[in-house]
C-alpha cells in the first residue's frame, strides 16, 4: 500500500495536471482519485479523492463470478513510445514522479541539448515534485543523442529521459 506522502504527492501533481481521472491498484488496496469538472475555469475546482480497500473473501464453491468490461481511461502525459534502442546508448531516467523542465527557468538556456557532451556531475534537467526542484545529474560520460521528454511534461519513475551515447 502507498504511503500517506505518496498518496499526497500524487493528488497535487493529477491538481496541476489535465488528468481528470487516475486509480492506482497494487497489493489488493485500490485508489482512485477524480476531478470535478463542474466548474471548468474556475479556480480551486473541487477535487474528490476516494480510497478504497480490498479484502479477498473466500468463495464458496459452485460460485460463477463474472465482472463488468472495465474501460480504460487514459489521460496522461504521453509516454515515449516503443522504439528500437541502441544497445550503446546510456538512458537517463527519472528517479522520481514529478514535471520536468529542462532549463532552471522558462528564460534560462536548456540544461543540456542534443548534442552537448555530458559527465556524470552534469546537470542535465529539473524534475519537480510538490514544489521541490531536483537537479538530475547525467551520471554517465558521453554526447545527449535524444531528448526524449517535452518542456512541463509530467515524468513517472524510470521514465527515460535522455539518450547519451557514452564515451
Do not use: W
Not at 498518496?7 to 497494487?26: G, H, N, P, V
Not at 469538472?37 to 473473501?57: D, I, M
Not at 531536483?134 to 535522455?162: C, M, R, T
Request: glycine letters at 4%; proline letters at 5%; charged letters at 25%.
Amino acid at each position: 500500500m502507498l504511503k500517506i506522502q505518496e498518496i499526497r504527492e500524487i493528488i497535487k501533481l493529477i491538481d496541476q495536471s489535465s488528468i481528470e481521472k487516475f486509480s492506482y491498484e497494487a497489493d489488493g488496496a485500490k485508489i482512485v482519485l477524480k476531478k470535478s469538472n463542474s466548474q471548468k475555469g474556475a479556480v480551486g475546482a473541487e477535487t474528490v479523492h476516494t480510497v478504497e480497500q480490498r479484502v479477498a473473501l473466500p468463495e464458496p464453491a459452485n460460485v460463477e463470478v463474472t465482472t463488468a468490461p472495465q474501460q480504460a481511461e487514459v489521460q496522461a502525459a504521453p509516454v515515449a513510445e516503443q522504439q528500437e534502442v541502441d544497445t550503446s546508448l546510456h538512458q537517463i531516467t527519472s528517479p522520481m514522479v514529478g514535471t520536468f523542465y529542462a532549463a532552471a527557468s522558462p528564460e534560462a538556456e536548456a540544461y543540456a541539448k542534443v548534442g552537448d557532451k555530458v559527465t556524470p556531475e552534469s546537470i542535465v534537467c529539473i524534475v519537480e515534485a510538490m514544489k521541490l526542484f531536483n537537479e538530475i545529474e547525467a551520471e554517465v560520460s558521453g554526447e545527449i543523442v535524444e531528448i526524449l521528454v517535452k518542456d512541463g511534461q509530467l515524468v513517472e519513475y524510470g521514465h527515460p529521459l535522455f539518450l547519451v551515447k557514452a564515451n
